[in-house]
């Protein structure tokens, strides 16, 4: 079972403001392309994500970094998976390595043919990295489905 997906590419200047900063959009963007692939590659269906999780922007990306994101399944429910998405980024030119730019967590749901949420193949934990990850989704995930219930009351659902 894959468990990882990698995207690399440039930065390039329609990505940044006039300063030559990348927009944060766009590398969210990346994110989510890489926290979708990955959660299909696993499943081998459709997804959609259902949940972000806190976002912080560590370090400036800028026109003609080179950005790694990765995709790694952290934790699998019945029908979502959680993806713990990095993004790295570094400047090809130098030797001075990798920094990592941000990370998350995406949630995505598997969907069927007829756009229900399905279940996906179970996943262990295999590495000591592995359970420290999974029991850290673990307890944040049941924190908020208490305030995805209270989410939906509020807007009537
Ligand atoms: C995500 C979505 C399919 C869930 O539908 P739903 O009817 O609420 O489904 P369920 O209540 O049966 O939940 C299905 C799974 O999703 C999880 N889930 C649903 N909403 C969630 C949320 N906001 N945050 C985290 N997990 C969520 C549930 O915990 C459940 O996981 P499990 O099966 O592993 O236990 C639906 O809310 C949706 O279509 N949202 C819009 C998605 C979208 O358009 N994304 C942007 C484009 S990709």
């Known amino acids: 079972m894959n468990t990882t997906l990698t995207i690399a590419m440039s930065m390039q200047p329609s990505q940044a403001n006039i300063f030559g900063n990348i ?6 963007k990346i994110m ?5 692939s ?3 590659q696993y499943a081998r269906k459709n997804v959609v994500t259902a ?9 400036p990306v800028h026109v003609g970094n080179f950005l790694t994101c990765t995709g790694r399944i952290v934790y699998v429910g019945t029908t979502s998976m959680e993806v713990y998405v990095t993004v790295d980024v570094e400047n090809l030119f130098l030797e001075d390595g990798k920094r990592r730019a941000l990370e998350a967590f995406f949630t995505m749901v598997a969907l069927s043919e007829s756009g229900r949420p399905t279940p996906v193949p179970p996943y262990e934990p295999e590495t000591e990295e ?16 208490k305030r995805r219930e209270d989410a939906k009351k509020q807007v009537g659902g």
Not at 51 to 59: A, I, W
Not at 134 to 141: I, L
């Open 38 to 40: 990955t959660a299909v």
């Open 32 to 36: 989510d392309t890489a926290a979708g």
């Open 23 to 28: 927009h944060g959009g766009e590398i969210m």
């Open 130 to 145: 592995d359970r420290a990850l999974y029991e850290r989704v673990k307890t944040r995930r049941a924190f908020d489905s």
């Open 51 to 59: 949940r972000v999780d806190e976002l912080q922007f560590l370090h």
